[in-house]
């Protein structure tokens, strides 16, 4: 008697009321190829035609259905029922690249100490139009508790698992209605899973208004700070971690109301935001030019235009409760970032030349490019910012705004790229920016010391917020970065680092 082949890879789909997509979910699984799957269907109490669809798609795909119970008792049953040695979560609503099982089953098989690979994913509207690709592996590009956790780059149906790390750890959390995918990364990684990137798409999310993300905005708060509560009341959550839960829920706080406001909910924001300003070290002119870019950032991901982000000014001011002087005093550098900054950092450079040259906001020097520069560079999430950065600056350089002396402030600006990418944990990304930073000007014989110092400290300043971490690092840089001194009443005393520095020696050249 031939003994049953077990799947390699097993495909869990909970569905509720998916009628209009879930065939498009299964064509993208046998589009894959891959010999060794089985496809799981829970439907969990829809009333449309689902399970109908389902039933007459026929082969290869086993139909389990249940009273509705939500996602996570729906993956947790498909869970059970699924006998391979890989397990992919597909949302109905969504599909599959091709190639995904190949790539993503390869590089478990080469690396038996993962537990997960993750991967990108491409973003299309509710016909099935593709309008933009993420690739989260700019900003997070070590996935460990830390990231996970600060910047939660979450696409379940993005990643394939080991079906032993899903079983050991329980499955996901039944309590959780929304954000169990997120609970159930972060209890992994606690555990000690350990995941890779594949760097490229390998799954398209479909926006629409029918998704449980969108339709059920409240709830999805309510659950995001349900997540916080669980992970850091986790007594096996490690001490450095634990340390950061101010940064973790001023960050988390702050996706919130943002994703209030792109789902049309900005009235209720303010609540969140105020609970965010209670979390934060920044102060009110700091935390407005943040949730600027944070908002914007979080908008291009979406293909939103970053520019609807001003609507949310008011509510910013209101929340800091920042009086109208300090307003007047970051407004500009407000408009300058959405304005111009933004095409840069999203790689829209032709664009981001032309506003360079045509905004009213841009203060033609290098030295006020600096002053403009140097928050957005620090703090904000925009990739890996270093190429941004130069061509900003070479096309200020072309238009004659920028002289010699001012290498100077492009030294500075690459030493705050190197403290960020640090807190990130890339180390090469780092590395690369402080030896530009060197090479533009920084004194070359305090390298070395530099260079040990964030050895050293770069695990741990996993459990410090981003601003000690940037403080620190800033104190010990400080005797090789340049000061940069601006007579501009608009710009805000810089931090730390903007004390009385010597200046660099000047090469012979």
């Not at 780059?153 to 039944?174: A, N, Y």
């Not at 105020?274 to 070290?281: I, L, P, V």
């Not at 970051?330 to 829209?348: F, G, M, P, R, S």
């Not at 403290?419 to 890339?426: A, F, G, I, V």
Request: neutral net charge; proline residues 4%; aromatic residues 10%.
């Amino acid at each position: 008697m031939l003994q049953e082949r077990t799947p390699k890879v097993s495909v869990v789909i909970p569905t509720y009321n998916s009628a209009d997509f879930i065939t498009c979910a299964l064509d993208s699984i046998d589009a894959q190829e891959y010999p060794d799957v089985e496809i799981i269907v829970v439907d969990d109490g829809s009333t449309d035609d689902t399970k109908g669809i389902v039933e007459r798609y026929g082969h290869n795909i086993r139909l389990v259905s249940q009273a509705n119970a939500g996602p996570a008792v729906a993956r947790n049953r498909g869970l059970r029922e699924a006998s391979g040695k890989y397990v992919a979560m597909l949302d109905a609503d969504d599909w599959f690249l091709p190639t995904k099982f190949h790539k993503q089953v390869a590089l478990l098989e080469d690396n038996t100490q993962l537990g997960a690979v993750h991967s990108g994913w491409m973003l299309a509207d509710a016909s099935g139009r593709e309008f933009g690709t993420v690739e989260p592996w700019h900003v997070s590009p070590k996935l460990n508790v830390k990231t996970w956790l600060a910047y939660q780059p979450v696409r379940l149906g993005s990643l394939l698992f080991r079906r032993e790390w899903l079983t050991k750890v329980g499955g996901f959390d039944k309590e959780m209605r929304q954000s169990e995918d997120t609970e159930l990364l972060l209890r992994l990684a606690v555990e000690g899973c350990k995941f890779e990137w594949l760097k490229e798409p390998t799954l398209c999310y479909r926006h629409h208004s029918g998704s449980m993300v969108r339709s059920r905005v409240s709830e999805q708060a309510a659950s995001m700070q349900m997540l916080l509560n669980k992970v850091f009341a986790n007594p096996r959550l490690p001490s450095s971690v634990r340390h950061c839960e101010s940064s973790v829920r001023y960050y988390s706080t702050t996706w919130i109301a943002w994703h209030l406001f792109q789902t049309g909910h900005g009235d209720a924001t303010e609540d969140y935001l105020e609970s965010a300003a209670r979390h934060s070290s920044f102060t009110k002119s700091q935390m407005i030019q943040d949730w600027t870019a944070q908002f914007a950032f979080w908008h291009s991901t979406e293909g939103k235009d970053p520019d609807q982000v001003r609507a949310m000014w008011p509510k910013f001011r209101h929340a800091t409760q920042a009086t109208a002087a300090e307003w007047q005093r970051i407004e500009n550098n407000l408009n300058w970032c959405l304005d111009v900054w933004t095409h840069y950092a999203q790689k829209n450079y032709e664009q981001g030349a032309t506003k360079l040259q045509t905004s009213p906001y841009t203060r033609s020097s290098g030295r006020g490019l600096y002053s403009q520069l140097h928050f957005y560079v620090t703090f904000t999430p925009w990739l890996d910012g270093l190429e941004a950065v130069e061509r900003l600056w070479s096309d200020a350089t072309a238009l004659g705004w920028v002289t010699n002396a001012d290498q100077l402030c492009l030294a500075r600006l690459y030493a705050r790229l190197a403290c960020r990418l640090l807190w990130c944990s890339n180390l090469k990304g780092a590395s690369i920016a402080m030896m530009r930073a060197v090479k533009t000007g920084a004194m070359p014989r305090d390298w070395p010391a530099w260079k040990r110092t964030a050895e050293r400290d770069s695990g741990n300043t996993r459990g410090r917020t981003r601003q000690q971490c940037n403080d620190e690092l800033g104190h010990r840089t400080r005797k090789f970065v340049p000061q940069v001194v601006t007579t501009d009443p608009s710009v805000e005393a810089d931090d730390a680092t903007s004390q009385s520095l010597p200046r660099p020696r000047r090469n012979a050249a």
